[in-house]
């Protein structure tokens, strides 16, 4: 089929180069002509696992190309809106690239096509698009209007698209469902070469669930939402757990193996970022969902409370050396929008630390709006010299750390861990302070008092 995607972002490129590798002719089209070249001579705009073989794959193969979306909406049989939806200042989606793809197909298409919109969008932008394609139709276009959200999860998105659990389609007609299914056919049936697993076992066949319109926008946006409400009921679990001197990890556990609640999205921390759940939870098409507001507001403060467990250890912000490990909003992606470390960050540059931080790939964007920090290009380069190592994303890598390397570099062994990624016997075991989430403090007392004055009394404490 001849598809065209417009919008080469996370989504939409990801999109592209899928549906590309399944058989299709795809055209990826975006305003940027710097990143459709840059596309065009092998290079990736953003770092996600896979994706940059499945580009050039298909790039080489001549069954994905990267065009204007002018060109690109031309002659197309299916046309993919994927371009971005960025917050506005009242948290809500900005929908005005979606209404100039409306009016570019509008413009430009003869015929008939499918007009399927896969961006994250408000309930009943479906019904607005529509109302868009009619209103500025030139000679002869006959369209559907699809709602085909994605959930696609940065850091493993090229593994979401090809095994995915479910494909959630709203259509109009039921004619338009099937040519649906026909696109997706090799990905309902699991019959593809799947790219992410050499000897792939995962055959399991997506649920396909067609619904209205507007059903299906809600879907998405119910989805996400629901789990970021996860998050943020976890994470005030966490905060009861410190207060009552629980340890959330086993909570978590015991809730999770009920399977009305499941094991996922109860890893308690600093908060969820992204560009989709704040946006999610501050879109309502004018219902009072006041339970997302209350899940907003504990995300936010939980930047602050992470600042203040930094200061109860530390005193004093002001002057002190700091490293952050992670940058990234989650590991496994080079995305910083919304990231919680990026904001930790803030505050403690605003208070006067001196701040170095490692990402393993996340540096070049965060230096584009945090320049006022040292990026190292090691977590021990970050850590040198350092009164603290606040973990702020959980990279595999920093899993792999030899804390004895650590131990003798760093000026004081003070982990302060916002993602709960180490187990404290350890830590303490090789002389660090390990302060988590919702977890007990863990004090070593091996050579303490030499390095940090607030040891003893935090052994004594204890
Ligand atoms: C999300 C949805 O999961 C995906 O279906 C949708 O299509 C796009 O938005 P993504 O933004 O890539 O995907 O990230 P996700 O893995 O959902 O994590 C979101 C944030 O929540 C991250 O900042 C992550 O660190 C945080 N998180 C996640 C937690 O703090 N605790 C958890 O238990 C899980």
Redesign the pocket.
Known sequence: MKVSVIGAG??GLTTAACLAEIGHSVRCADNDEAKLNMLRSGQMPFFEPHLEEVVSRNYEAGRLQFESPETAVTGAEAIFICVGTPPLENGEADLSAVANVARTIAQRTTGYCLVIEKS?VPVQTGQQLKRQLQLYAGKGLRCDLVSN?????????IQ?FFHPDRIVIGVERDEVAAQLREIYRPILEQTFKCPVHPECMHTEKPAWIVTDTNSSELI?HA??SF??M??SF??MVADLCEAVGADVTKVALGMGMDPRIGP??????????????PK?VATNAGCDFSLLKEVENVNKRRIAQFVEKVRKELWVIRGRKIAVWGLA???N?D?VR???ALEILRLLVHEGATVSAYDPQATEKAKASLPDVRYCASPYEAAQDAEAVLIA??WEEFSNIDWDRLRRIVSQPLIIDG?NMFDSTDLISHGFHYISIGRQPAFSTDGASSIDPTAELHSALK
């Open positions: 996370y989504v994250t959200p994605e959930f696609l999860r940065e850091g493993s998105a979401d998405k989805s996400n789990l970021a996860k998050i976890i994470n996922a999205f109860l890893n308690p921390g600093i908060g969820f970022g992204g560009f989709c759940f999610d909003f989650k590991p992606t995305d919304f990231a919680p994303t959980e993602r």
